[in-house]
């Protein structure tokens, strides 16, 4: 019964940016929760994730610099700041949530993930 909500997708011109919001329901578990995006036609992509147990963080390389993934504990909320957008950003942006703790070369593939939100569309004009 684990559910997770995503907020703030929207559209921006290139260069603008957006925080995404996240809000997980009935998990307890001490995972990652991580930032996964899909455009149409192709593979979900790891974006950034982030250590329940230790707060530690990990980018793709494509929005490193320029997205920031954060944890709020008190509100059961996870977000993405993004910022500096591209056009190629553009996708529906899913957050999840994984029962285990993953190393760095785990972190960003969608198959350890245990909890999908429904996602956020984000749509990056120029």
């Known amino acids: 019964q684990v559910q997770l909500v995503e907020s703030g997708g929207g559209s921006v011109q290139a260069g603008g940016s957006l925080r995404l919001s996240c809000t997980y329901f009935g998990y307890t578990d001490s995972g990652n929760l991580g930032w996964f995006r899909q455009a149409p036609g192709k593979e979900r992509e790891g974006v950034a994730s982030t250590w329940i147990s230790y707060g530690d963080t990990i980018y793709a390389d494509s929005v490193k610099g320029r997205f920031t993934i954060s944890r709020d504990s008190a509100k059961n909320t996870v977000y993405l700041q993004m910022n500096s957008l591209k056009p190629e950003d553009t996708a529906m942006y899913y957050c999840?949530?994984?029962?285990?703790?993953?190393?760095?070369?785990?972190?960003?593939?969608?198959?350890?993930?245990?909890?999908w939100g429904q996602g956020t569309q984000v749509t990056v004009s120029s």
């Open positions: 999840a949530a994984s029962r285990a703790g993953y190393d760095t070369s785990h972190a960003l593939r969608f198959s350890v993930y245990d909890y």
